[in-house]
């Protein structure tokens, strides 16, 4: 590679490596009993690029990785970005079946994953020519964790056998691709948003700008890394700014509360389903959590008196609302904490690098109050969807991309989110939003969660139902709560039903899977 391409490269490995010269000793990334420097860290991503490329490799070529958080998983991605791979990641809670559609979607030429996954990822792979299949962390397990062996390739134990840990020697450009991002495929099969890693090194440099990231505050990192909010809008931008991240490999209530106190953790985001379950702990008040400074939301709307309990509970800290998603990188707008007093269910103003308007069928602008469709334009967009032009060419129809959301800007440019398009209920011909109706829900003291969906009906064409989860303790019946609801919000928008449940279904990333609720409804 010449000189002139290593001075002027704008990649996300690139940028790894000034922030490990400028930090080197600083500690970047805690995950159980293992601490990395940030010189550690990059060399770490040196050694497993350069295993890579050796292993077979070529720059362009898709890497699948199929785990749970881990520093090896951590390392692999950073160690994609220097080899100049297309890193894909995928949700280990994927079956087999699901994970095999993204293998040969993307036409991955290897696939790293947990050795607990191992019954899944020999599946997926039956006849499938890849030119590497290894594993993130079997060091630990040795033979025993799965289809690890000598020969295989191990993240962590290339750290610890490989001597190359010099930059990988590769022509790469901002332009180039560093991730295919697939989408949660809620109405069709995933999709793939095609993020270059100019793209991405715009949206960390907006949230550290927006979101107030800095050096010294401690990160805790506890959704899961094949998530784009989790890793492009918080653990990116952290350890670009020498910050030090505490690694959990899931977001448990119990582990991140003490995560919080025995850390001294100052910066946490989770959605709100998370949120709730720390709130809802038996043991909350138990935990010292004076560390914790910014408590950041997002993924799914945040229900007001949430919020409100959220101010209440966690004295003298700042709450940040993120909302965007996988194809803006992920970050659209922030509500900052000075302006949560003043609009607590606005979802803030766009980040320096985006645009956003709300337009109407033909895409005209429609005047503040006026509910319309969320658009965007923005250098931290994706450059398209991996091999579906018509989706990418409806995704950005008129030059601006199209969210699916609906929303309205009130007066002075704050983005209100009413709902996703599939989510709003045609209820007798009247549009309603769920989120209308689950703001009424949570005002219950009685309510700890609650997802409202539309069922198909002769008469209402959709029937707007509720589905509860009730307080521990406490008791509540359906008729209440319906009753309860018609002293906050029209008639129409009552529900007609409410059907009670002890747990919602989420995701691994926190978001509520209302497409399941609405099929174990029918059914």
Not at 188 to 193: D, G, S, T
Not at 298 to 316: N, Y
Not at 482 to 487: D, F, G, S, V, Y
């Amino acid at each position: 590679m010449s000189n002139t391409r290593l001075i002027h490269r704008n990649t996300i490995g690139a940028a790894l490596s000034r922030s490990a010269r400028k930090y080197s000793q600083r500690t970047a990334l805690t995950f159980g009993e293992r601490d990395w420097s940030y010189q550690a860290l990059n060399s770490a991503a040196n050694q497993v690029a350069n295993g890579l490329l050796e292993a077979g490799l070529s720059p362009g070529d898709r890497l699948a990785v199929y785990g749970k958080n881990s520093d090896a998983y951590v390392i692999a991605w950073l160690a994609a970005t220097k080899a100049g791979l297309v890193h894909v990641p995928i949700n280990f809670a994927l079956s087999s079946e699901e994970l095999r559609y993204i293998l040969e979607q993307s036409g991955a030429k290897g696939v790293l994953s947990d050795t607990v996954l191992a019954d899944k990822v020999n599946e997926a792979t039956q006849g499938l020519e890849l030119t590497l299949q290894g594993t993130l962390h079997a060091m630990e397990q040795g033979a025993q964790g799965g289809f690890y062996s000598e020969q295989t390739f191990d993240v962590l134990a290339c750290v610890s056998k490989f001597q190359a840990q010099h930059e990988p020697d590769v022509t790469l450009e901002g332009s180039n691709l560093a991730q295919l991002l697939y989408t949660s495929g809620t109405t069709a099969a995933p999709k793939a948003a095609m993020m270059t890693h100019q793209a991405l090194m715009a949206e960390y440099m907006a949230c550290m700008v927006e979101l107030d990231i800095n050096g010294s505050d401690a990160m805790l990192a506890a959704l899961p890394l094949y998530h784009s909010a989790q890793m492009h809008v918080f653990l990116m931008p952290a350890l670009l700014l020498g910050a030090p991240v505490h690694l959990l490999e899931a977001p448990l209530p119990e582990s991140c509360l003490s995560a919080i106190a025995e850390h001294r953790i100052a910066s946490f985001f989770a959605p709100p389903t998370v949120w709730i379950s720390l709130l809802r702990h038996a043991e909350f008040d138990r935990f010292d959590l004076t560390s914790l400074k910014k408590a950041y939301y997002g993924a799914s709307i945040m229900p007001v008196p949430v919020l409100e309990e959220m101010q209440q509970r966690f004295q003298g800290v700042g709450l940040y609302n993120c909302y965007g998603q996988s194809e803006i990188a992920p970050l659209a707008t922030a509500l900052r904490p000075e302006e949560h007093a003043d609009r607590p269910a606005s979802a803030g103003r766009p980040i320096l690098t985006v645009e956003t308007r709300i337009v109407d069928l033909d895409m005209n602008d429609v005047a503040p109050g006026e509910h319309g469709e969320i658009i965007h334009r923005s250098p931290q967009l994706m450059t398209g969807y991996w091999e579906k032009p018509e989706m990418t060419a409806e995704a950005f129809q008129g030059g601006w991309f199209h969210s699916g959301d609906v929303g309205y800007f009130d007066e002075a440019g704050y983005l209100y989110v009413v709902d996703r398009i599939k989510d709003v209920i045609n209820t007798g011909g009247v549009l309603v939003a769920s989120r209308e109706v689950e703001e009424a829900l949570f005002k219950h003291s009685a309510v700890s969660e609650v997802a409202v969906v539309g069922l198909p009906d002769e008469k209402w064409i959709e029937a707007i139902t509720a589905v509860v989860v009730v307080k521990e303790g406490q008791v509540v019946s359906a008729d209440e709560l319906i009753l309860h609801t018609k002293r906050l919000i029209a008639p129409y928008k009552v529900p007609k039903r409410v059907v009670f449940a002890d747990a919602l279904p989420k995701s691994t990333a926190g978001k509520i899977l209302k497409r399941h609720l609405r099929q174990d409804l029918k059914e």
